[in-house]
């Protein structure tokens, strides 16, 4: 077994680091403080071609795959932007990019995939509903077949990056949910074009007041008498699910990347004031008290990497993964949380000062315990898909 990454992933870490090295914490606490998308970053990423890892080298991409996208997403929240802005990466190369290479159709794919490359489009998922959150099989957005086009009406809740977006993936039911047989059948997703649905007044949207990441602002979403054709269906009519979980798995992967990122930044910080704070004479990291945690710490983030890096993995080689993809992100947001924790614990009461940054990572560190998916979903498929005990529900 060879656990080094491959040189292509190091290629990746090493570009990527490049990039970041220029832009230091208080760059990152400015972008969050302001509610400003690291526009700087963003531009250097599109310009050495970041933004098309996951895209076919025949589309003007790298033809890289997940495992680079989670090196890159790693890498980039490791230094300084943390789980929260890590967002500005997953959003296009890996909702967008990655998605519409493995399911897109001949003509969708020439006309977005090398925009998607360049970083002149951007994309972002519309799943979640304020009435179907971790149950995506319960949603009601419903498109309503009329001639050749849909009409879509419903609404969407927690969707980043809405004001960015070119292009939105949009789920949605093409079968009532009470109706379908299988329960995963009848899910359709749609390629939405947002400034047009915009400007024709059938998609609107208004920003969630949040606690954390608000370089990605994150919405409701409302959608009226939506029309798109037939041609803007992104897979197969009713077998959306497909591609559902050819989302949701890299999902997954890349947050939890991102998680083990901020993972890294805060004990990189809670390790770098317990050697320069002094009481009694001596550092703080003197004591096991601040020790230990920190040394725990280490060792669940060599843990977890070493899962999402094998999820990572098993996605690119078409092995079987939704078990590894939800131990990964498990142990990754567990590891994000601890780090945080006991670096904001380190810091004692400077921790509460917006003077350091420990408050922005504990705020980010939360979101993956919740988001994209519940530590207890994770938890729920861990005991019933792989361990066999019997459903709660």
Known sequence: MDFSLPESAQAVQRGIADICSRYDMAYWERCEAEKRWPEEVWAELAKGGWLGL???????????????LAVATETLSASGSAGGSAF?????????AMTLSRHGSAEQKAEL??????????????????????NSLAISTFARRDGSDYVVNGQKIWITG???ATWMLLVTRTIPAAEARPRTAGMTVFLVNVPEAVAAGRLSYRPIPKMGANTTPSNMVFI????????????????????LWDVLNPERILLGASALGGAEVALRTGVGYAKEREVFGRPIGSNQAIAFPLAQVKARIELARLMLYKAAWS????LPCAAEANIAKLAASQAAWEAADAAFQTHGGM?????????RLLADARIGRIAPVTEELLLNYIATQV???PRSF
């Open 387 to 389: 361990l066999g005990l």
């Open 54 to 68: 996951a895209v076919p080298e025949e589309y003007g991409g790298a033809g890289q795959g997940l495992l680079e």
């Open 88 to 96: 500005t990466y997953v959003l296009t190369p890996g909702f967008g």
């Open 162 to 164: 809405v004001q960015r």
């Open 351 to 359: 921790a509460y000062s917006l003077e350091y940054p420990v408050a």
């Open 224 to 243: 009226d008498d939506l029309r798109v054709p037939a041609s803007a269906i992104l897979g197969e009519l009713d077998a959306g699910a497909a591609v």
């Open 315 to 318: 996605f690119d080689n078409n």
């Open 113 to 134: 995939l090398p925009k998607l490359a360049t970083g002149e489009i951007e994309t972002c998922f519309a799943l979640t509903e304020p009435d179907a959150g971790s």
